[in-house]
């Protein structure tokens, strides 16, 4: 079976500070890893994924994760942050074998402080 | 293209009572998954349809149940409500098979049990 580890339910940081929102997976076949974000009263949205190929992923609003095959993570990271990132992330993995069923993180509340 | 939409967005509801929600895709899209969010559980799958069948089941009680029709919308039912099934019911939809395909969620139906 697999599993997602978040390990923090809330980062709160600075205005044009720099991020990292840790994931951590435990799957013994090969998976598929995803970031969502979810902005207050809205449903989910793809900002990343990995499949093959890079490690380094850049996905949309100018985040990017790493996949770290042993260490078993994929850590999502931006720059600096805005105001509008202030939102909920969610880390998920899918078997490559599989039809859709994520299995997703707990979520990390990113919340920005002006 | 028109986003994927859910309705009712709101729904108030007592214990026993039964309840059905809706979700129309993207159009072209024939795969719906629908997953629960709740505080203290997170986001866990329910099922998803594809082509107008069940292809994958989480583990909730048969209280749950879906179906999909032949234009690919799809309707979620919970039958004899219970407090705990108060969350936040998200509809996500797909152009088809593979676990790569990045899912399009809708606004979700935000159900609560008296």
């Known amino acids: 079976a697999q599993s997602v580890t978040q390990l923090d339910s809330q980062v709160p940081v600075f205005e044009e500070a720099p991020v990292e929102l840790r994931c951590n997976y435990s799957s013994s076949v090969s998976v598929y890893l995803f970031w969502y974000v979810q902005y207050p009263n809205q449903g989910l949205q793809l900002l990343l994924k990995?499949?093959?190929?890079s490690t380094l992923v850049k996905g949309i609003n100018g985040f990017e994760a790493e996949f770290n095959k042993s260490q078993t993570s994929f850590h999502l990271r931006k720059p600096s942050v805005h105001i509008s990132d202030t939102a909920e992330y969610f880390c998920?993995?899918?078997?490559?074998?599989?039809?859709?069923?994520?299995?997703w993180g707990a979520g990390t509340k990113l919340i920005i402080k002006p | 293209k028109a986003g994927v939409t859910q309705t009712p967005r709101y729904l108030i509801k007592t214990r026993g009572q039964q309840v059905t929600l809706s979700c129309s895709p993207i159009s072209g899209h024939r795969s719906v998954s629908w997953y629960q969010q709740t505080p203290g559980q997170g986001l866990q799958f329910l099922f998803e349809y594809f082509s107008e069948t069940q292809r994958n089941k989480g583990n909730f009680p048969g209280r749950f149940s879906g179906r999909q029709f032949s234009n690919s919308r799809s309707e979620m039912n919970v039958s004899t409500l219970e407090l705990g099934d108060s969350a936040l019911y998200l509809c996500?939809?797909?152009?088809?098979?593979?676990?790569?395909?990045?899912?399009?969620f809708g606004p979700g139906t935000r159900l609560t049990v008296l």
């Open positions: 996500a939809s797909s152009p088809g098979g593979g676990a790569r395909n990045e899912q399009f």
């Open positions: 990995y499949l093959s190929g």
């Open positions: 998920a993995v899918v078997r490559v074998d599989s039809n859709y069923q994520l299995i």
